[in-house]
């Protein structure tokens, strides 16, 4: 493999990994390159950039699974919290997590639209419109 190759393919790899939050004396060990050469690949803006491209990503897919299985266990905690079988306390323990729960998702989509429309602002600002 050609030495820019295998550059490319370190930076690649230690991006991969500075986004899963590995620190760079780690992530340097990792891909046999210095401390001080990962440092230096985050000081360029685009290389920094990719690595947080790389969180978003991984962010976005771990998001992706919780909601999944965040369906099945609100539909757990409704068959306790109905289920007269179970003791009081097992089901008022139900029924406190669910509505733990409703809140922070409320906020979280909230959020996320706050944060849509924050980006659809500045994508316009930058591509010369007005807001």
Same mark, same amino acid.
């Given at each position: 493999?050609?030495a820019?190759?295998l550059?490319a393919s370190r930076k690649?790899r230690?991006? !991969?990994?500075?986004?899963r /939050?590995l620190n =760079?004396?780690h992530?340097?060990?990792? !891909?046999?390159?210095t401390?001080?050469?990962v440092?230096?690949w985050l000081e @360029?803006p &685009?290389?920094?950039e990719r690595?947080? &491209? #790389?969180?978003?990503? %991984?962010?976005g897919? +771990? #998001?992706r699974v919780l &909601?999944? *299985? %965040?369906?099945? =266990?609100?539909g757990?905690?409704?068959? *306790?919290? +109905? @289920?007269?079988a179970?003791?009081s306390?097992?089901?008022?323990?139900?029924?406190?997590?669910?509505l733990?729960? #409703?809140?922070?998702l =409320?906020e979280?989509v909230?959020?996320?639209?706050?944060?849509a #429309?924050l980006?659809?602002a500045?994508?316009?600002?930058d591509?010369g /419109?007005t807001s």
């Amino acid at each position: 493999m050609p030495a820019n190759d295998l550059t490319a393919s370190r930076k690649e790899r230690a991006a !991969v990994l500075l986004a899963r /939050g590995l620190n =760079a004396e780690h992530v340097a060990r990792e !891909v046999q390159v210095t401390g001080r050469t990962v440092r230096r690949w985050l000081e @360029n803006p &685009e290389y920094a950039e990719r690595v947080r &491209e #790389l969180r978003r990503t %991984s962010l976005g897919e +771990t #998001l992706r699974v919780l &909601e999944t *299985i %965040s369906r099945n =266990a609100v539909g757990v905690l409704g068959g *306790i919290m +109905t @289920n007269s079988a179970e003791s009081s306390t097992v089901r008022v323990r139900a029924a406190i997590g669910v509505l733990t729960l #409703l809140p922070r998702l =409320a906020e979280h989509v909230e959020l996320e639209e706050r944060v849509a #429309l924050l980006e659809a602002a500045t994508s316009c600002r930058d591509e010369g /419109g007005t807001s």
